[in-house]
């Protein structure tokens, strides 16, 4: 799954679906038309342009019930625009 490289935010979708959260509202709230990317068990937001709209959204996930890195987190790393980021979920990861 691709991953924004402007402050990109992942978010498992197991989160969303044990704790009944619809990120609808967020969507809406950073005028996202949808995501970013997503595969069966991942989804991808972004971009966020700043590290403080990135925040504002983290903010808005922890309102919603999301953990921050246990549910979600925010790709921060500095990437080149001849690269593309992307990210996989482990089925045998701990957690």
Not at 38 to 52: I, K, Q, V
Request: proline residues 3%.
């Amino acid at each position: 799954m691709k991953i924004s490289k402007d402050f990109g935010i992942i978010i498992r979708r197991q989160a969303l679906r044990s704790k009944s959260i619809d990120i609808a509202p967020v969507i809406t709230e950073f005028h996202f038309d949808g995501y970013f990317d997503e595969t069966h068990d991942l989804l991808s937001l972004g971009p966020f342009f700043g590290g403080d709209a990135a925040d504002e959204c983290l903010k808005s996930l922890e309102k919603l019930g999301l953990c921050y890195i246990d549910d979600f987190f925010i790709f921060t790393q500095y990437v080149p625009d001849w690269c593309e980021v992307g990210a996989a979920f482990l089925d045998n990861a701990d957690g």
